[in-house]
């Protein structure tokens, strides 16, 4: 390095003539301090400095040398190794996270951001976002929820495919969800059922068009006069529990569910790896665990204080509800059939519900129920195929042959009176 160069900034190339004009007596201490916007203290010791020093002694002290707060270059190559092996699709945010967790290397996002994008580490770029219209959230905690199923490779080729059904409070961002085969009418039921159990009834429920939460059918000429829409089964539960469903027109209506789904399949997915999980009964009991923590780090007060969540009802009348509900007619003998299956109705026969109309239920497991105005009522399967009356047959009879006589017809037979009466 040339040691006659002298590397200043801008601020201390400005200083540099001022200063010298002091030196040279052609102005005074007080003008100089004026015009940098310095004291007269300061600018008599940067007057002794540059006397001494010459023009390096208006550079900072501490420019080229490290920070006393930098980090050991051994502890930075150290970390860059563990992300390079362990987290190289890890943001700086969650990779700091887990190697405070996992490997008790407490650094600040910024640093290992830094690291990382000085050795090229940074997979991905922010995209701009187009300009959207705010929605405020709901004032209250349990005023309205979003709910959506979120298909992705959660299990990263690890186990079965698995969907996500997710739920977020639209006041405190509070979430939940539970994992399941596939996005279906059972899923969505026993999901709300297990959210209602553990949190209480919401306000409202915001979600999609899909066919499982809103009805593909054309209204019936009943409906129409009625001014009312056809209503699928979803629907139909949460109108019996006094829930509004408020069906959304875009996937950036719902936004906070969709940036929440997000957000679970970048950090989650991530957590379950390092965890190991293979199964749906792993992963729904790793997510219990990893909400709580969620939770506790992103969830906000809401504006105005109070849960507007409303108590479950108790005992079997929350499964009544949401389940799947189907009409059907007793017939003469007490049977019903649902599904490709006959029930028979207990004791066998029941006059009185002969022609009468009932509800069948079926749970999101699969069971099955008989509701007669409110009340369950006592059933059992028939097999498939019923026993039929075995009817010996009747011993075989010889036919008896008469021989064949031809046969005239009298002379008053009508037959006769019309012939006679052409001729």
């Not at 002694?57 to 992300?83: C, D, F, M, T, Y």
Request: aromatic content about 6%; overall charge positive; proline content about 7%.
């Amino acid at each position: 390095m040339n040691e006659g160069i002298v590397t200043m900034s801008q601020k201390e190339l400005q200083r540099l003539p001022v200063l010298e004009a002091v030196l040279k007596k052609q102005t005074m201490q007080v003008e100089a301090a004026a015009c940098l916007e310095l004291s007269t203290r300061q600018v008599r010791r940067l007057q002794g400095r540059l006397k001494s020093q010459g023009p390096r002694g208006l550079v900072h002290g501490n420019r080229g040398r490290s920070s006393n707060s930098a980090k050991p270059e051994k502890l930075q190559r150290q970390v860059l190794e563990l992300i390079r092996e362990e987290y190289s699709d890890f943001g700086p945010t969650l990779a700091s996270e887990k190697l405070e967790e996992r490997h008790r290397i407490i650094l600040s996002d910024e640093t290992v951001r830094r690291w990382m994008r000085a050795e090229g580490l940074m997979n991905g770029r922010r995209r701009p976002r187009p300009h959207r219209q705010w929605r405020e959230p709901s004032a209250c905690y349990g005023q309205m929820i979003q709910m959506d199923g979120s298909h992705h490779d959660w299990l990263e080729g690890r186990g079965p495919k698995l969907v996500l059904m997710g739920y977020i409070d639209d006041a405190t961002g509070k979430a939940y969800g539970r994992f399941y085969d596939s996005e279906d009418l059972p899923a969505a039921l026993d999901s709300f059922q297990r959210y209602c159990r553990l949190y209480g009834i919401p306000q409202r429920v915001y979600l999609d068009k899909h066919t499982i939460y809103r009805s593909p059918k054309e209204p019936t000429v009943e409906e129409q006069l009625q001014g009312k829409d056809p209503q699928s089964q979803f629907e139909r539960a949460l109108s019996e529990l006094g829930v509004e469903v408020i069906h959304a027109n875009s996937p950036q209506a719902k936004g906070r569910i969709e940036r929440l789904f997000k957000t679970l399949q970048d950090r989650l997915v991530k957590e379950m790896r390092l965890a190991g999980i293979q199964t749906l009964e792993e992963a729904n009991r790793f997510l219990k665990g990893f909400l709580a923590r969620h939770n506790r780090r992103f969830s906000r007060a809401a504006r105005q204080p109070g849960n507007l969540h409303r108590p479950a009802p108790g005992g079997k009348l929350l499964d009544q509800v949401l389940c799947v509900k189907e009409p059907r007619v007793v017939t003469n003998d007490g049977t019903i059939r649902i599904n490709g299956e006959q029930l028979q109705l207990l004791p066998a026969g029941l006059r009185p519900l002969a022609k009468k109309g009932v509800t069948v239920t079926i749970s999101p497991e699969g069971r099955m129920g008989v509701l007669y105005e409110g009340k369950e009522l006592a059933y059992r399967v028939l097999p498939a195929e019923r026993p039929r009356r075995q009817v010996e047959p009747e011993p075989f009879k010889a036919a008896r042959s008469f021989p064949q006589m031809a046969r005239k017809p009298a002379a008053d037979h009508p037959w006769r009176k019309s012939l006679c009466a052409q001729r």
